[in-house]
């Protein structure tokens, strides 16, 4: 009886970030048509904005944060490059590492968003304080970190 109430919940638990992540898919879809550009570009801007300290990332930190591919991340980057969203620059350490940041454009247009950001997020997270909010931040980076593992389980497997 309890193994089937932990099924449920576990089962449970997967629908829901099924759906969690199928509604901030389509919330990023909007997002990435309202700057005029894909859902793949718009997600690394949005790692590039969090993972720029000031002197630029790396297309495989990008990669890495959103778990794609780095030519992926190359060839989307040289779009937002042509369409002035992106700087890239050879990194002074090793020129074969290209650093981007976000333009002046990019931060102005993405700041145009942060308002309808603020109300979205307060919807979202409505019935959540911040203790909760750490906490179920916690619990999901455990839980990926686990599922990573048990990804790699499996395909040993195959």
Sequence with gaps: MIEK???????????????????????????????????????????????????GVAGVDVASK??????FVTNQTKSLEKKGLLAREPSSK?????????????RAEMGKLSKKKGVLNSTIFNDLDEMSLTDLNAALRSIAKNTRMAARLLAVDL
Excluded at 32 to 44: D, R, T
């Design 5 to 55: 109430k932990l099924d449920r919940a576990i089962r449970d638990f997967i629908w829901n970030i099924v759906e969690v992540h199928s509604q901030l898919e389509e919330i990023n879809n909007i997002w990435a048509v309202m700057l005029g550009i894909s859902e793949p570009q718009w997600l690394i801007l949005m790692a590039i904005d969090e993972l720029d300290d000031g002197r």
């Design 66 to 71: 959103l778990r794609i591919h780095p030519a």
């Design 94 to 106: 090793d020129a074969r590492f290209i650093l981007m940041s976000l333009t002046a454009k990019a």
